[in-house]
């Protein structure tokens, strides 16, 4: 049972970025239409397909015609994790929105848990507690973490984690440039430099059943790189947010 204490909210907009989620898809969607009725006066489910190579696009798109409240968008191309977001918070039409990774390794039970902290911060983020990800992606993740505090003084346990609400209108006028895995840094960071309120709490974390994951691959932690000193040399000018 799903416990709404503290009341729905008039309309919440969830996304999911997706690359190569053929066997996640409809479990993922499915799991969506169950728990936002609960949550939402007014809700929708919108698939971010990050150019997958796989039967996502298909799967997205016949979701899409058998549910009113599910949209999808296509990138034509894979242009990265970072660039799905930005659709997806482009495509969010309601005042709160919340996306988390398609691959099936977060509850969504555990939303109201974020909602209920709506009032006291613009961000309310997860972080894994446990995280259920191989040694060396959790390595690369806590030495990234560490980088992020020392360089942007972003002092979260998650930087990263893909369980995430956030006020709408916190977006409003703000330019979002990372196309790779620095986007969460990114949002936080200039959303803290707007005076933006950030709240964390623990979600559970489980391992991923279908597909692969992308965190480790070279290119993509080489681009993170380029990304975070990029963002970190921009926001050393003042009035950057």
């Not at 919108?46 to 409240?69: C, F, K, Q, Y």
Request: glycine share 8%; hydrophobic share 45%.
């Amino acid at each position: 049972m799903i416990e709404t204490t503290g009341g729905r909210v008039s309309g919440l907009s969830l996304f999911y970025p997706m690359y190569n989620e053929e066997g996640n898809i409809e479990e993922a969607v499915a799991r969506a239409l169950r728990v936002l009725p609960t949550l939402a006066e007014e809700f929708e489910i919108i698939v971010v397909n990050d150019g997958s190579r796989d039967r996502t696009r298909e799967l997205a798109e016949s979701l899409a015609a058998a549910h009113p409240e599910v949209r999808a968008v296509h990138h034509p191309v894979n242009r990265g994790y970072g660039a799905a977001l930005r659709s997806g918070i482009a495509a969010s039409r309601f005042e709160w929105i919340f996306y988390t990774d398609g691959d099936n390794q977060f509850d969504l039970e555990e939303i109201p848990r974020l909602l209920r902290l709506r009032e006291q911060a613009e961000i309310v983020t997860g972080y894994r507690s446990p995280r259920s990800d191989p040694f060396v992606r959790r390595l690369n993740a806590a030495g990234f973490n560490l980088l992020c505090w020392a360089l942007l003084g972003i002092h979260l346990r998650d930087i990263d984690c893909a369980f995430k609400l956030f006020r709408a209108s916190i977006f409003q006028g703000m330019e979002l440039r990372a196309n790779g895995a620095t986007i969460d840094l990114e949002i936080l960071a200039r959303a803290r430099r707007r005076g933006a309120r950030i709240l964390e709490l623990p979600v559970r974390h489980y391992p991923r059943r279908f597909g692969s994951q992308t965190g480790a691959n070279l290119k993509v932690i080489l681009r993170a790189f380029r990304e975070l000193f990029r963002l970190w040399a921009e926001l050393r000018l003042p009035g950057r947010a």
